[in-house]
């Protein structure tokens, strides 16, 4: 690594953390990966960054965003905007300016225009044909077995939103799938453009308290991209367990 680039990047870390307190973690010092909450107006957005070793001379950090509660227009207006910063400050450190401008963005947002994600197309709706020709390979993990009930995950290689619906959206021609309690999900894709590269990522509770995000974590610790699963109680056990099986966990 140039060593002007690490003096560089500590001084930032250093900065970061004075600045924003507890709110600023250290997720890994040694790949040199760190995450900040953002909160206005009630809504919280938290971006994850990891600093390559070519930043900030000749690469942005690579970053994720994660807000469930917000819509995917929301969020990729929100993408473009960072993208837009990191081109006006090329060469330079750009965390701070990026969390100034998702605490913009948020400040805008008034409480009444929160949304939630909206449920995928109708299985009614769609020529299923045409969405066996276009639907990922699914993996249906083993089935877990407590206190007289049975739970399973299940899990595909996604690299677009349509993969997402088309995957879940054929789950649920299963009618046990479909009549179960919760059915929740999430998934991260990875998005490379010459910009650099970013993670759009989402989940679903589908009324189980924050079961879709203890999934979406799970998948963050795990590093795993273009990545989906679903999965009905059971959390973290059924979802590690379906990706090992689907064969797309890191190594």
């Known amino acids: 690594m140039d060593s002007d680039n690490l003096t560089k990047q500590a001084e930032e870390v250093e900065a970061l953390s004075a600045i924003y307190g507890d709110d600023w973690i250290t997720e890994s010092e040694v790949t040199r990966s760190y995450s900040i909450r953002i909160e206005e107006n009630k809504n919280e957005v938290r971006l994850y960054v990891t ?10 950090p690579k970053y994720e965003l994660s807000a469930p509660w917000m819509d995917r227009k929301a969020k990729t207006q929100l993408h473009h905007q960072l993208d837009e910063v990191y081109l006006e400050n090329v060469g330079e450190n750009v965390i701070f300016q990026w969390v100034e401008k998702i605490r913009e963005v948020l400040q805008a947002i008034k409480p009444a225009e ?17 969405l ?26 996604v690299h677009c939103l349509e993969d997402v619906n088309a995957v879940l959206t054929k789950l649920k021609l299963n009618k046990k799938i479909l009549n179960a309690t919760h059915n929740m999900y999430a998934y991260r894709i990875e998005r490379k453009t010459a910009k650099g590269t970013s993670i759009l990522q989402d989940c679903d509770d589908d009324g189980e308290a924050h079961a879709g995000g203890r999934m979406l974590h799970l998948l963050q610790i795990l590093d795993q991209k273009n990545t989906l699963v679903v999965v009905f109680r059971h959390i973290n056990n059924a979802t590690r367990q379906v990706i090992q099986q689907a064969g797309l966990l890191k190594k």
Not at 51 to 60: A, F, K, R, T, V
Not at 114 to 130: F, G, H, M, R, Y
Not at 138 to 149: A, C, L, M, N, P
Request: net charge negative; hydrophobic share 30%; charged share 30%.
């Open 132 to 157: 066996d020709i276009n639907c990922p390979d699914i993996t249906h993990g083993e089935v877990i077995v407590d206190r007289k009930s049975s739970f399973q995950g299940h899990a595909a290689e």
């Open 51 to 60: 600093m390559p070793d070519d930043y900030p001379s000749h690469s942005p």
């Open 114 to 130: 929160k949304k939630v994600e909206a449920k995928p197309q109708a299985v009614e709706s769609l020529d299923l044909a045409l």
